[in-house]
């Protein structure tokens, strides 16, 4: 089992950054590979970006590539999600989750855990 609990969201303004955190418990982390998701009101969750067990291998959102950047610190059994050059559309709660075997999947459905996300607000 793995818990996850993000942190790091708020109010930014087009144009600005953020770095979210997403913190691990229970000794099987370094198994499963990682992502994260986001969801707006009234829309679907989606795929942002996911990287690997051992951090080699990541992939993105096409909205997001260039401008985004995830990383995994195995270590401290944590990911992080750099965010730059944010834009309104990206207003909304951005989840965490854990996938095994689920290198460069995209679909929601085969993550198994989920935290509770953390809202992300980005003003005009």
């Known amino acids: 089992q793995v818990q996850l609990v993000e942190s790091g969201g708020g109010l930014v303004q087009a144009g600005g950054s953020l770095r979210l955190s997403c913190a691990a418990s229970g000794r099987t982390f370094d198994n499963y590979d990682m992502a994260w998701f986001r969801q707006a009101p009234g829309k679907e969750r989606e795929f942002v970006a996911g990287i690997n067990r051992s951090g080699g291998i990541s992939w993105y959102a096409q909205t997001v590539e260039g401008r985004l950047t995830i990383s995994r610190d195995v270590a401290k059994s944590t990911v992080s999600l750099q965010m730059n050059s944010l834009l309104p559309e990206g207003t909304a709660v951005y989840y965490c989750?854990?996938?095994?075997?689920?290198?460069?999947?995209?679909?929601?459905?085969?993550?198994?855990?989920w935290g509770q996300g953390t809202q992300v607000t980005v003003s005009k």
């Open positions: 989750a854990a996938g095994l075997k689920v290198t460069l999947v995209r679909a929601p459905m085969r993550y198994q855990h």
